[in-house]
């Protein structure tokens, strides 16, 4: 599956509209095209491929969410509800997300063989094991090097809530690294000081570039490059910082949504990807329940269920979805077994992930675990198959490599391949 | 040789002269036949490379130098008129002068303080120790020329119980004395070897490296323990008497062919076993542990571990130290990484290393004056500029100076420098220079610029890392734009005061206060341009200079 641009290629668009933004000259070199191409920006954000990943840090029970196991002695209190995808069964703590199921498809056969925090929240965010000495790029980094436009103003990779490390980008450099917006609001130092006028700044940028572009020949260092590159970017940044004005967002969404910080922060998410923003990790807390498993899980996934059932179906009213790719996951599930203080502990074991939109089957099914949710029995998976399924949906190619000064480095573990039964 | 086209800095013949004629001076004092280390790191690296001669770029000019010597040994740049004055001389020692004046320097030992917090701690958040106080304990052992040995043993025999060296205690502490963590980092950072991957098994890849080698070292800190006074006052990093390390290899264990766990005596790699007194049970403690009172055991393993990693007989550290300090001033050690020193990663100039290491051990550890040789080579002199038409070298042959970032520290400091802040504030002490009170007033300063700029707390050694946020910071945030503002004696403030009509004098101090160097004529012109335009705002277009000069990758990078 390939991804289907208005003119061919992302690149085409842009470098179309590049030209055309160059009437004003030094502007676009500085960064500042972005200004001239806020449209163009907008045009292609309705069709280029978009992914927002949501994840639940501290490990989100999988007998909680998506694989509920009632009346047996690991499934805990709750029950398990029909959803508006016929057959499918989750539980009851996810009302709301239950009527959208339709539009998620469930991976319920994951084995990582991890049950420590660091290194499964690796293997979900690389599709590998951590080696020494080693580091892969996160899914973030590496879509937002596939698939946002070279010439977008706006960053690739946007994490909401904690959770943003500018090595996430590993070899692929600074330019893929994540951005990390602060609690409720624009990153930090986005506005031009008062004190300076637009035609000011414009001229110390140009001089700065040029002093540059004096020193660097003969001196050509990877280095230099990503320094000057990122002034570059924060002056993209800075001419759509438009789009980091949230004060703008409807009132009654409030409402729709909910007060409270994830509520928010799925209202930011669909805001950034109405603007073209390529990935946005939203992060959600608290799932670490080695006690009071149950409670723990009433208070979090109430806050989770509303705002995410939400914006799925505000993705889907606005024809987004088939072009997004929505991901809830974790670092791990837990544990089948609950100790003796009601909690349940790490288990990378047998657990479950949820995924919808673009090149998702919604409403499928692939994996299972036996009865008591202790084994795999069906279709087991880790990380690589995942990540073959990511690229598949949003129609990029993962039996390709990304090189790292010349040694390549398979984008999905070769030796796995994609979940075929939930695509598209 | 390559010529050098229309390089900017342009290039000081005169002074490779001037430097080959001093070595053979200096060279003539010396009480042993063998020539000073200097004149030996050019020759061995000279010998290095077939054809160095053509490939080596050549001396940097004397603004580079300036500037690069002055960022390595101080941590910040030359002020405009050291830059005036240094670049006027013809004196042919003034290179050589240059550098004994900044290892005399306040500044020298503040800057080893930190380089030594960074490499030594790597950034890790406070947990026991205040870090002002390892950081003064640090400060007072380079201002005191302590031997680098000295300061290793040190920080390895601290406890923190007494309130003397408490300081050198956070190197265990604040590590909380977690034995796998401690025996990771001593083995990077003092003996040059990462045995990580021998915690669990031989190395995979290293075949010197076995898990027994692991344990050798954990053995030393197995009986570690954390005690917190009954006041909760004070943490210290206690020893039991007893505790043995136990290891097995994984890959045995599912081959099925593992004899069961192992356990060894303390030892560095393959050297000598010392057998253990015994004592009888019930005494083997000097004070016997309780709730209330911290044990100390009649026998302490810890104890020998500093003499262990120090001692003569164990080559490996004067190996890493001469190898890590010569890859702080010129960017890339012999061995590479610094801390792959195995019989498959060999050293890209083998003799040079045996020589450093032995001249660094039978100097006594002494740090500053091993720097000093390194700084006086020609190979650390060399240009970093390379005509695109020039053949390419590799970084491993040191025939050309390598580009490093600053580190966040040097940024800040070096700002402060370029902006003038640190001109103004030494005038406002008048005749009582005082760099303590400076180094105070600007900790904040420091501070922020290392949570912005400085790698994720135990991360050793990553690469630059150049992102947007920190652009916006340096574009668009109060601070750098609050030292743009005039204050007696800081840079815009004197060239507020340079008349209107002399644009040059203009261009001449800019340049000399932020990039150590005057411009060149296209440069004078862009800046007499730039100033005709804004006769009526003529300070916002000044600033506007300055910020231009400071945020250049010419001013970020060591070149």
Redesign the interface.
């Given at each position: 599956m390939n991804c289907h641009y208005a003119c061919g290629t992302a690149a085409h668009l842009s470098r179309r509209s590049f030209l055309q933004g160059a009437t004003t000259g030094a502007l676009g070199m500085l960064g500042f095209s972005g200004m001239v191409q806020a449209s163009a920006a907008q045009k292609l954000a309705s069709q280029q491929k978009q992914v927002v990943v949501f994840f639940l840090k501290g490990g989100v029970s999988q007998l909680e969410t998506w694989d509920p196991k009632p009346g047996t002695d690991t499934g805990g209190p709750f029950q398990k509800i029909s959803t508006s995808a016929p057959g499918v069964e989750i539980c009851e703590l996810l009302p709301h997300t239950a009527r959208q199921m339709q539009h998620l498809a469930l991976v319920r056969g994951i084995n990582t063989k991890e049950n420590d925090h660091g290194k499964g929240a690796y293997i979900m965010q690389t599709g590998y094991r951590q080696q020494?000495g080693f580091e892969y790029p996160y899914l973030g980094s590496a879509f937002s090097r596939q698939l946002n436009p070279p010439d977008s103003p706006l960053?690739g990779y946007i994490c909401l809530g904690a959770g943003a490390?500018?090595?996430e980008a590993a070899f692929l450099g600074?330019k893929y690294?994540p951005?990390?917006l602060p609690e409720e609001g624009a990153?930090?130092?986005?506005?031009?000081?008062a004190?300076?006028t637009e035609q000011?700044?414009m001229?110390?940028?140009l001089?700065?570039q040029?002093?540059?572009q004096?020193?660097?020949?003969?001196?050509?260092?990877s280095?230099?490059e990503?320094?000057?590159?990122?002034?570059e970017?924060?002056a993209r940044?800075?001419a759509r910082s438009d789009v980091f004005d949230f004060s703008k967002m409807p009132a009654k969404d409030e409402e729709r949504y909910g007060k409270h910080s994830f509520a928010r922060n799925c209202r930011v998410a669909l805001r950034l990807l109405e603007n073209g923003v390529t990935f946005i990790k939203v992060s959600h807390t608290n799932y670490d329940t080695h006690s009071e498993n149950f409670n723990f899980h009433i208070e979090q996934l109430g806050e989770f269920d509303r705002p995410f059932a939400t914006f799925m179906a505000d993705l889907h009213e606005r024809g987004m979805l088939q072009h997004t790719l929505v991901i809830v996951m974790s670092e791990f599930g837990r544990t089948p077994n609950i100790n003796s203080k009601l909690g349940r502990d790490h288990w990378g074991t047998a657990w479950s992930i949820a995924l919808g939109g673009c090149g998702i089957k919604g409403g499928a099914v692939v994996g299972k675990t036996n009865e008591k949710g202790t084994q795999v029995i069906d279709r087991e998976v880790n990380g690589g198959h995942l990540f073959h399924t990511y690229y598949h949906a949003v129609g990029l190619d993962s039996s390709k490599s990304f090189y790292d000064k010349g040694r390549p480095v398979a984008k999905a573990d070769p030796k796995t391949d994609a979940l075929q039964e939930i695509l598209v | 040789m390559w010529q050098r086209p229309s390089?900017?800095l342009g290039v000081c013949w005169r002074s490779m002269v001037a430097l080959t004629f001093l070595a053979a001076f200096t060279g003539s004092k010396s009480v042993q036949a063998a020539p000073p280390l200097h004149e030996s790191i050019d020759r061995l690296i000279a010998a290095g490379t077939p054809d160095y001669a053509t490939l080596a770029a050549p001396l940097a000019s004397d603004a580079e130098f300036l500037r690069r010597v002055t960022l390595d040994l101080t941590g910040t740049i030359p002020t405009a008129a050291e830059a005036r004055e240094f670049l006027a001389s013809s004196d042919p020692e003034k290179r050589t002068q240059l550098v004994d004046r900044l290892l005399a320097s306040p500044e020298w030992p503040r800057r080893m303080q930190q380089v030594c917090d960074v490499l030594l701690m790597e950034r890790l958040p406070q947990k026991h120790v205040p870090v002002a106080d390892w950081q003064k304990y640090l400060h007072d052992s380079f201002a005191a020329n302590k031997p680098w040995d000295q300061l290793v043993r040190e920080i390895l025999s601290a406890d923190g119980s007494d309130p003397a060296t408490r300081g050198a205690a956070r190197f265990y502490l604040d590590r909380d004395g977690e034995v796998h963590q401690l025996t990771r980092d001593i083995g990077r950072l003092f003996l040059g070897v990462d045995l990580?991957?021998a915690q669990c098994h031989n190395h995979p890849q290293v075949d010197d490296y076995k898990q027994s080698h692991y344990y050798g070292l954990a053995a030393y800190l197995i009986r570690g323990t954390l005690f917190n006074t009954p006041d909760k006052k004070l943490t210290i990093y206690a020893e039991k008497a007893d505790g043995e390390v136990t290891y097995e290899s994984v890959f045995d264990l599912r081959d099925k062919i593992s004899k069961g766990p192992q356990t060894t005596l303390p030892v560095l790699f393959d050297g000598q076993v010392a057998a253990e007194p015994k004592f009888k049970k019930g005494e083997e403690y000097t004070v016997k542990p309780d709730k209330k009172v911290r044990g100390i055991p009649n026998y302490s393993r810890r104890s020998l571990l500093g003499d262990a990693i120090t001692g003569p007989d164990n080559v490996r550290f004067r190996r890493a130290s001469a190898n890590r300090w010569w890859a702080l001033l010129m960017g890339r050690g012999l061995i590479d990484p610094l801390d792959r020193d195995h019989g498959d990663n060999p050293p890209s100039h083998p003799e040079l290393l045996e020589i450093l290491a032995s001249d660094l051990f039978q100097r006594k550890y002494d740090l500053r004056g091993y720097l000093r040789e390194i700084v006086l080579s020609q190979t650390y002199q060399r240009g970093?500029?390379?005509?695109?038409d020039a053949p390419p070298v590799e970084p491993e042959s040191f025939a050309q100076a390598t580009?490093r970032?600053l580190a966040p520290e040097q940024f800040a400091w070096a700002l402060l420098q370029g902006t003038g802040m640190l001109d103004a504030e030494r005038l406002a002490q008048k005749d009582k220079p005082d760099l303590a009170a400076i180094v105070k007033k600007y900790r904040g300063v420091e501070n922020r610029f290392i949570s912005l700029f400085g790698n994720?707390p135990g991360?050793p050694e990553?690469?630059?890392?150049?992102?947007?946020?920190?652009?916006?910071?340096l574009?668009?945030?109060?601070l750098l734009?609050s030292w743009l503002q005039p204050r007696t004696g800081n840079l815009a403030d004197r060239l507020t005061k340079i008349p209107a009509d002399n644009p040059q004098a203009v261009a001449d101090e800019l340049y000399l206060a932020t990039l150590t160097r005057f411009p060149n004529s296209d440069?004078g012109a862009?800046i007499r341009e730039?100033l005709a335009t804004r006769t009526a705002d003529r300070l916002?277009?000044l600033q506007?200079?300055i910020?231009?000069?400071v945020?250049?990758?010419?001013f970020?990078?060591n070149?």
């Open positions: 020494p960053p490390r500018a090595q600074p690294a951005l990390a990153p930090q130092n986005l506005a031009r000081p004190s300076l000011h700044d001229q110390r940028r001089l700065r040029r002093i540059g004096r020193f660097a020949p003969g001196r050509r260092d280095d230099l990503a320094y000057n590159s990122s002034y970017q924060a940044l800075m | 390089d900017p990580e991957c970093s500029f390379r005509p695109a580009i970032p994720e991360r990553p690469g630059f890392d150049a992102r947007t946020d920190q652009a916006l910071f574009a668009n945030d109060p734009l440069e862009e730039y916002p277009a506007e200079l910020w231009a000069l945020t250049s990758a010419e970020r990078f070149h």
